[in-house]
């Protein structure tokens, strides 16, 4: 029973193995994923024909999600059971996922036997054949075996000439050495394509572990978007995302441009680190733990983070090749290793007021402790060292906070206001509490600005609504994601060893019984986003929850309410006269015509994909330059306190320094202190 203790409650959103793991039991998984939401999920839907229609258009798009391998033929093959789905379910009938594996392997591997004949042909660059660039949700399956190998013809064609281009952006160049670049290139771009195919192919370790895998993920998706299936390697993944100290070796991966998987970087005190045999750049051949070998040929970044961060795999050696050209083997033991990009640093903004400023990029928390300390703690800390230099004002930044622990968002709430309820949850029974906070008093009265945009969600949402609600800070920035759900990882099975789900258990509501669900926080000040009408908000997910209210069980006292009308009026004004926002609404314009909304075709020539690329590229150019150029007249620097700890870490200097330069010329930091400085010139005349 204790394994069904809820492991934590957050908010947020040519592979070679020597020897594998068996593979769980997909009829086993299916039907204790099935049992788990029944009992544990906030909503649950009826297994039914639209139970069936939704998991098999969710399963479709996991399996083939560009739709480039499965024929019009295969859908309407699959389309005989799209409304069978819910009855395999419920008769434990899983024999029907084994087709899809088979056939979404033999398309992968036609796929490949049509790029490597491209070997031997010679590629048209005459404008016989024409581009064509359409919206996503316009695509359509192939039909026919003429239909594939034309894309595959024209993808490779397209890829050549990008490829050349981003190389030499001067035309005359590249035309007049195409023949020669072209044959280089042809080969490096075919072995490129055959190994991404390869890597789809090795998902999961295997494509029918991958196949299962998203079945059950679309099961689960179907009863909301922030619900998902996790194997173990995902649930540790997931986990340690959440921490502020995990069990590391202490390197972060990447691939590069030849495929290879290199080491990225190594985190300062950790084994990799104090090992010393590891430098930025070494290509990892194999990793070898419990007698399986992983060699990484072929293999995407993704499998290394599973390989690595699976619980089994502690020790792990790492066969690596030097920039030398020698061959090492390293053998590291995981150890709690602090992850630098879960934590929380003060810094000063000055001009003609010192305001402090503060960006959380996490709602981290320490999940092996009930009292463990995470977030909330880290901005106590700073808040100290920064009230020592005197501060005004506080900027607490959450853009791009995708959120986590409703603990430390509860927490982190408590310390701004007296005492009061900050939320309302409300689980599927219909039951409902209010999260309180019960301590007398807070850490800060003065006022303070928090960003947020549409990539704040979840803890995120919860801190800003309730600071909103009580008049506790002034809102700046764009809407929010809109996710207003709490989740909890749970196992399939006693022994761990089906899987877990990430499961939607309840909703949570702002004080006043309203919610933000599909909606987001919406702030006090808009501000112009680059990532404006991007789509990207929980509202056009799939099953996105529906929006609706609950009657407040707490009263609560509000501050005096902010003086929004001047504020608003003040900043509109100064917009009005910033380039870096024209910019920044240029550039969203242009993302969205060329990515979102682009439907253009032009004959398949060099100087046509030139013309295409550079007009883009200039654009883009102009637009971020404006950006980058934002002149500030704000100072920033490090506290005291923070300066004295640089002093010892000469690795951190550069990255400090580097951190400083960004605030500088951020142009959402810039107007959030001017707005800030405006309620402080208000309040002195009033």
Excluded at 147 to 169: A, C, G, H, P, V
Excluded at 507 to 529: A, C, E, W
Excluded at 611 to 630: L, P, R
């Amino acid at each position: 029973m204790l394994k069904r203790i809820l492991l934590f409650l957050f908010i947020g959103c040519c592979m070679c193995i020597a020897q594998s793991q068996e593979q769980p039991d997909f009829c086993k998984q299916l039907q204790a994923i099935k049992t788990l939401v029944k009992n544990e999920h906030y909503k649950p839907k009826p297994i039914d024909d639209s139970l069936s229609v939704g998991v098999y258009k969710l399963f479709l798009e996991q399996l083939d999600e560009n739709k480039r391998f499965f024929t019009q033929e295969d859908i309407d093959t699959f389309e005989k059971e799209r409304l069978q789905l819910d009855d395999y379910i419920i008769n434990d009938d899983c024999a029907f996922i084994d087709k899809y594996s088979i056939i979404l392997a033999e398309r992968i591997d036609n796929a490949k036997q049509i790029i490597m004949s491209f070997s031997k042909t010679e590629f048209d660059y005459s404008g016989k054949d024409s581009l064509h660039f359409a919206p996503d949700d316009t695509y359509k399956y192939l039909s026919n075996h003429s239909q594939i190998n034309d894309y595959w013809n024209k993808r490779l064609r397209y890829n050549i000439l990008f490829e050349l281009i981003e190389k030499d952006s001067v035309f005359d160049n590249i035309s007049a050495n195409f023949k020669k670049h072209e044959k280089d290139l042809k080969s490096k771009i075919i072995q490129k394509e055959l190994c991404k195919l390869e890597e789809f192919q090795n998902k999961k370790g295997h494509l029918s572990k991958f196949v299962n895998e998203a079945f059950l993920n679309a099961y689960v998706a179907f009863h909301d978007p922030n619900s998902s299936f996790f194997n173990a390697a995902d649930k540790t993944t997931y986990v340690n995302s959440l921490s502020n100290d995990q069990l590391s070796f202490g390197i972060i991966t990447s691939k590069n441009d030849n495929g290879d998987i290199v080491i990225a970087h190594i985190t300062p005190g950790s084994p990799a680190f104090i090992d010393g045999n590891f430098e930025t750049n070494d290509v990892i051949k194999s990793l070898q733990a419990n007698d399986v070998i992983l060699e990484t040929y072929c293999v995407s970044n993704d499998d290394i983070l599973a390989f690595t961060n699976d619980d089994d795999n502690t020790t792990i050696t790492f066969n690596i090749k030097k920039q030398d050209g020698s061959l090492k083997s390293i053998k590291l033991t995981k150890t709690k290793t602090k992850i630098e990009d879960n934590t929380v640093t003060g810094y000063l903004l000055k001009d003609q007021a010192n305001v402090g400023y503060i960006s959380i990029n996490n709602f981290y928390s320490d999940f092996e402790s009930l009292n463990g300390l995470g977030v909330a703690n880290d901005v106590a800390k700073e808040l100290y060292k920064l009230q020592k230099e005197n501060i005004d004002a506080l900027i607490l930044d959450l853009r791009f906070n995708g959120g986590g622990s409703m603990k430390e968002a509860a927490d982190l709430s408590g310390m701004f206001i007296n005492r009061g309820p900050l939320s309302i949850l409300k689980y599927g029974n219909g039951e409902s509490f209010t999260i309180r906070d019960m301590n007398r008093g807070s850490l800060f009265m003065k006022p303070i600005v928090i960003l947020i945009n549409g990539f704040s969600a979840s803890a995120s949402e919860f801190f800003a609504a309730a600071m909103q609600d009580y008049n506790r800070a002034i809102i700046v920035g764009s809407p929010t994601h809109g996710k207003a759900s709490a989740q909890v990882i749970l196992p399939l099975d006693d022994n761990e060893e089906l899987g877990f789900s990430k499961l939607t258990v309840e909703k949570f509501y702002r004080i006043t019984g309203q919610s933000h669900q599909s909606v987001g926080v919406i702030p006090d000040i808009q501000l112009p986003d680059m990532y404006d009408n991007f789509k990207t908000q929980e509202r056009f997910s799939a099953f996105a929850l529906d929006n609706d209210s609950v009657e407040p069980t707490l009263k609560y006292y509000k501050l005096k309410a902010f003086p929004l009308e001047k504020l608003n009026a003040k900043s509109r004004t100064r917009l009005a006269n910033n380039t870096s926002f024209d910019a920044i609404k240029s550039l969203n314009q242009l993302i969205i015509e060329n990515y979102f909304e682009l439907d253009t075709a032009y004959p398949l020539t060099l100087e046509n994909v030139y013309n295409n690329i550079n007009a883009y590229h200039s654009q883009w150019k102009a637009f971020s330059n404006s950006i980058d150029d934002n002149a500030s007249s704000l100072m920033v620097s490090n506290t005291s306190s923070t300066n004295e700890v640089l002093s010892y870490n000469t690795d951190q200097k550069d990255i400090n320094e580097s951190i400083l330069e960004s605030i500088q010329t951020d142009v959402y930091i810039s107007e959030a202190y001017h707005i800030l400085l405006d309620y402080l010139n208000i309040n002195t005349t009033d």
